[in-house]
C-alpha cells in the first residue's frame, strides 16, 4: 500500500523560523468503504472540519453515506451557524446514496426558517435514494404549531 508524503510548515517551539516536516497522508489510502465506516462514527462537526483537509478527504466528507443531525447548542448564533454549514453541506452532495439519515431536533420559537431547512434536507436525502430515514422532531410551542413533512415521505 502507498502512502502519500505531504510536506507541512510547521512553526519551531523556539519561534525560529518554518520547518518542513514530512506527513503520510493515510486516510487517501484507504479503501472508500472502510473510509465512510470509519466517519460514520464521527460527529458532523469532526466530519466537516476533516473535510477541509484536502480534496480526496472533501470526496470523503460529501459522499458519506450516514448523516446524523441534531439541535445541541449551546447559543442562537451557533445554531444559526450549524444550520448555515447543514444547507451548503446538502446541497454540496451531488446525488450521492445516502444508507441513512437521522435528524433529531428540538425546534425553538423561530419554527418556520428551521422547519424549511429540515425539509430542504429531507427532499435532497429521499432525491439521494435514502434508506433509513430517522426522523425525531419536537416542537416546543404551545400554539398548536404544526409540521408537514414532504409528499414524498
Known amino acids: 500500500m502507498e502512502h502519500k508524503n505531504k510536506s507541512l510548515a510547521t512553526a519551531t517551539s523556539e519561534a525560529q523560523g518554518v520547518c518542513a516536516v ?5 486516510l487517501s489510502s484507504v479503501p ?5 465506516r470509519v466517519l460514520s462514527l464521527v460527529s458532523f462537526k469532526d466530519l466537516t472540519r476533516m473535510g477541509s483537509l484536502s480534496k480526496r478527504c472533501r470526496e470523503y466528507y460529501l459522499s458519506t453515506p450516514s448523516l446524523e443531525f441534531s439541535s445541541s447548542f449551546g447559543n442562537r448564533q451557533r445554531q444559526w451557524n450549524f444550520l448555515n454549514c ?9 446525488g450521492d446514496k445516502i444508507k441513512s439519515f437521522s435528524i ?4 425553538s420559537a423561530g419554527t418556520s426558517e428551521e422547519s424549511f431547512r429540515m425539509m430542504t434536507w429531507i427532499l435532497i436525502a429521499v432525491r439521494c435514494n435514502v434508506e433509513v430515514l430517522d426522523l425525531q422532531l419536537r416542537l416546543n410551542r404551545k400554539d398548536g404549531a404544526t409540521l408537514q413533512l414532504p409528499s414524498c415521505i
Open 22 to 26: 514530512s506527513m503520510v497522508d493515510r
Open 32 to 36: 472508500c468503504k472502510v473510509a465512510h
Open 86 to 94: 447543514c444547507d451548503r453541506y446538502m446541497i454540496c452532495r451531488r
Open 104 to 107: 433529531q431536533w428540538d425546534f
